[in-house]
């Protein structure tokens, strides 16, 4: 079964910046595009970024475009979210996330939190 394992999430002020890492095992993953999604507190998941599996294209929820940045490295089996100009409503749990033999995955999620 595919494994997902999300770091890099804190306590940032507002303005800072965070680079979130999820390192993915037990599945090709240069074949795969990647997800991450952010759920606030009483909020349904929501997609934040996603690149295709060369990472040759990206694409971006409106509201975090031109402040974040979705990256991968395949040889590494690891997909990045530079997160700048944060905001305190960037607030919430994050999430990488693919699709596997049809299923959803995620990982465990990391929080980030943007607050003075």
């Known amino acids: 079964q595919v494994q997902l394992v999300e770091s890099g999430g804190g306590l940032v002020q507002p303005g800072g910046s965070l680079r979130l890492s999820c390192v993915v095992s037990?599945?090709?993953?240069?074949?795969?595009?990647m997800y991450w999604y952010r759920q606030a507190p009483e909020k349904q998941r929501d997609l934040v970024a996603q690149?295709?599996?060369?990472?040759?294209?990206?694409d971006y929820a409106a509201s975090v475009k031109g402040r974040f940045t979705i990256s991968r490295d395949n040889a590494k089996n690891t997909v990045y979210l530079q997160m700048s100009s944060l905001k305190p409503e960037d607030t919430a749990v994050y999430y990488c996330?693919?699709?596997?033999?049809?299923?959803?995955?995620w990982g465990q999620g990391t929080q980030v939190t943007v607050s003075s």
């Open positions: 690149i295709s599996s060369d990472g040759g294209s990206t």
């Open positions: 996330g693919t699709i596997w033999r049809g299923s959803q995955y």
């Open positions: 037990r599945m090709i993953f240069s074949l795969h595009t």
